[in-house]
């Protein structure tokens, strides 16, 4: 019995992140993690896009020029 309580001491927060993500994919909010990971991503693409257009161009252009 003290083996098991000291193992639940010791890995307590690994056992509450099981069951969080038990719940997480019972429940299907990871897609809703997922979809807001592509926006939040999305958006810093486009941001790095927008303040640096010229070595963007450059960059896929080396690249097409490549391929």
């Excluded at 010791?10 to 926006?39: E, S």
């Amino acid at each position: 019995m003290e083996e098991i309580k000291n193992f639940i001491k010791n890995y307590r927060g690994a056992l509450i992140g099981i069951v969080i993500a038990i719940l997480i994919l019972l429940t299907n909010l990871y897609k809703l993690f997922v979809a807001i990971i592509l926006i939040v991503l999305g958006a810093f693409v486009g941001n790095y896009v927008q303040q640096n257009k010229y070595d963007v161009k450059e960059k896929l252009k080396k690249f097409i020029d490549r391929i």
